[in-house]
């Protein structure tokens, strides 16, 4: 005879706990870039410039594809988000950060006493505006315009710096000769990312959908062009789309300004005061 305690079967529970584990596909992505970004960071720390460049390229494309393998698959989670923030910081904060300090911005110490701190200290003031970018992105989500990202996107200022590395490199410069542009290049990059510029998202764009064909050639054309110059190619596009910003900008206050005039115009001037009468 079965003891009493077992002859009673417990009811099932309705609310099971939930797992606790990871979603495996959309993660390894996330890991992949994280690993290209590391990558990166160890090929300019002994000098490989170019490959240092090429691994953040590819960290670019890995992490644009784990956040739309996460929406296929609906495996999309809130540990998916943050892991891929940090994987983020590392691809497209310290890696370029590091890349072009060891390429270029190291060389201000050999000016004198003192200018080695404006190296490093702009690869600092960079990393830092990666992170608030990142920040501002994840506390802001499902808010505001989709259409628009507010500020550079991470990526594409990581892009800037590693484009200008990679072609340079590509041209046989060394980056010992060009310390200003670097620096100019790694202070625009880092401050477009904590302004309030706009730049299109291309969140609109379904790719399952049907889209024009003079599109399809566009992206042939623009496949094409990579593959006979990816250094040149790649880091004109990610300028004109970092240019596109400020155009953006200007092009709405052109129109606020054209519209208020407008307004002036139809609403007519406030009448005098009429003097009191005696």
């Not at 005879?1 to 390894?28: K, V």
């Not at 990393?127 to 628009?148: E, Q, S």
């Not at 003079?214 to 004109?240: E, G, Q």
Request: with cysteine; hydrophobic share 45%.
């Amino acid at each position: 005879m079965e003891p009493e305690h077992q002859a009673l079967s417990p009811e099932p529970n309705p609310e099971r706990p939930r797992s606790r584990g990871i979603y495996l596909l959309p993660n390894l992505f996330t890991t992949a870039a994280m690993f290209s970004g590391f990558y990166a960071i160890v090929a300019a720390m002994q000098g490989h410039f170019e490959a240092a460049a090429i691994a953040i390229f590819i960290s670019m494309v890995l992490d644009g594809l784990d956040g739309r393998v996460a929406r296929l698959t609906n495996t999309q989670t809130a540990f998916g988000a943050e892991y891929d923030s940090m994987s983020d910081l590392i691809s497209f904060g310290v890696a370029p950060g590091l890349a072009m300090y060891q390429w270029s911005l190291v060389h201000f110490g050999e000016m004198g006493t003192g200018w080695g701190k404006v190296g490093w200290l702009a690869a600092f003031v960079y990393v830092a505006c990666a992170a608030l970018r990142l920040a501002r992105f994840n506390t802001h989500i499902g808010k505001g315009d989709k259409k628009y990202f507010t500020g550079l996107p991470s990526p594409t200022a990581a892009a800037l710096m590693a484009g200008m590395i990679w072609v340079f490199n590509d041209l046989s410069i060394s980056g010992s000769n060009f310390q200003f542009p670097a620096l100019l290049m790694t202070l625009t990059a880092g401050l477009l990312m904590v302004s309030n510029v706009s730049y299109y998202s291309f969140k609109e764009i379904d790719l399952r959908n049907k889209v024009p064909f003079v599109v399809m050639i566009a992206v042939l054309l623009l496949f094409a062009l990579t593959t006979i110059d990816p250094p040149k190619v790649l880091f004109t596009v990610f300028v004109a789309y970092t240019l596109s910003g400020p155009l953006i900008w200007l092009v709405r206050r052109y129109r606020r300004m054209q519209r208020r005039k407008k307004e002036s115009q139809i609403t007519p001037p406030p009448s005098p005061p009429t003097p009191p009468q005696s």
